[in-house]
Structures are given as C-alpha cells and as structure tokens.
C-alpha cells in the first residue's frame, strides 16, 4: 500500500487542498480573527510542508514545534471548539476534491494526534 501522501495525490493534491483549506478559514468568522496578524503566504507554505511531512511525504517542515507554533493563538482564546472547526475544514476540503471517506478518517486522526500539543496540554 503507497502512503498517505501518494494517495491523496502527492504535491499538486496537498497544495490544492491547502489553499481551498485556508480560503474556509479565513471565511469563517469563528477562526477567522486568529489569522489577523499572519503572513499567510508564509503560512501556506509552512501548513503545505507540514501536512506532506505528516502525511509521509517528503521531510521539508522546518518550523516550530505545535505547542509553540500554537501559543500566541491560546493567548487570543484558541480551545477545543476551534482545533474541531479546523478539523472540520479540513475534512470538508478532502471532500470537495474527492478524497474518500476512509482516507478523510486517516487526515483526521492525524489532525486529532496533534490537538493535545496545539492545545498544550
């Protein structure tokens, strides 16, 4: 079985899913004020090479660890409720480009290994 990465559909999939994943965003006005002061160029970036790392693609992630990526967004409120609109999102956006449901369940409990440290706790 190839991975995660190459079933979604390698580089061009991530990159697509990751803007159509930021434009949710940033229309939703529950996570929206969270991105107020964020390049979000360079956010793009950085959200694109993590997911291809997570998702056992090529290791090119070089930013900040989740716990402090993370802390300037608990001091604005960031809880549970916002880490589930972004698993939300992020679902909804596999499935406006076709990913199957299973697959969409693997991206989840990816993003769900990870709500502990965003949340640092």
Known sequence: MTDLYQRLGGAPAVDAAVDRFYRRMLADERVA?????TDMDGQIQKQKAF?????????????????????????????D??????????????????????TIGEVAAIAESVRNDVLSR
Do not use: Q
């Not at 090529?58 to 960031?78: E, I, Q, T």
């Open 33 to 37: 004020h969270f991105f107020d002061d």
């Open 81 to 102: 409720s916002h880490v589930d609109i972004v698993v939300a999102h992020l679902g909804g956006t596999l499935k406006e480009l076709g990913v199957d449901d299973s």
């Open 51 to 79: 997911l291809t790392m997570a998702f056992g693609g090529p290791h090119n992630y070089s930013g900040r660890d989740m716990r402090s990526a993370h802390a300037p967004l608990l001091a604005k409120g960031l809880d």
